[in-house]
């Protein structure tokens, strides 16, 4: 599980190109694809492993976005055949964070999560989030504690404030949780 640069994030993945005309089909991996796969938005390709945006090749503009039951049909400026588009199947796209709206109250993106104190409503010191893993139904931080690693579910009954300014977790641990 590498690290995407936090500079950028992952938001979809290119299905495969639909009709003649260059569009194709995204599968978003976005909580906010209606902002993220919209016109005027720019994206950056990837290959076809999710490691980061390839800084070589020119950025996406995406012109039209609809919906489509596979996630979005898009449209690209200067993609108007289907050969380029079939090119481009299985690739990742990522966006740049700086473009990203700011967050709704309460979500935080993953790369943000990195590096925070983790420590117990009562005051005990957990650790330091070192990786967070994305799982259903709950992500799962891997916090990097004095006794080794402890893996800790992001619910909303364990975890009971994210302070970002304060970069530090609250959690609420069922008994059992911190015993190594």
Do not use: W
């Not at 993220?36 to 076809?48: E, I, K, M, R």
């Amino acid at each position: 599980m590498g690290h995407s640069d936090p500079g950028f994030l992952v938001v979809g993945r290119i299905v495969k190109a639909h009709g003649i005309k260059g569009e194709f089909i995204v599968r978003p991996f976005t909580d906010y694809p209606e902002s993220t796969f919209a016109p005027g938005v720019s994206l950056l390709l990837g290959n076809t492993q999710s490691e980061g945006p390839d800084l070589t090749l020119s950025a996406l503009e995406l012109e039209q976005a609809r919906p489509h039951k596979d996630g979005y049909i898009v449209s690209v400026a200067g993609i108007s055949d289907r050969n380029y588009s079939e090119l481009l199947r299985g690739r990742y796209l990522f966006r740049d964070v700086a473009a990203l709206e700011p967050l709704a109250d309460g979500q935080l993106f993953h790369y943000q999560l990195l590096g925070m104190k983790v420590q117990t409503s009562f005051g005990q010191m957990v650790g330091e989030v070192t990786e967070v893993y994305e799982l259903n139904p709950n992500d799962i931080l891997c916090v990097q504690g004095p006794g080794g690693e402890i893996m800790i579910p992001f619910s909303k009954d364990i975890v009971i404030e994210v302070d970002a300014d304060k970069e530090r977790i609250v959690v609420d641990p069922p008994d059992g949780l911190l015993d190594l």
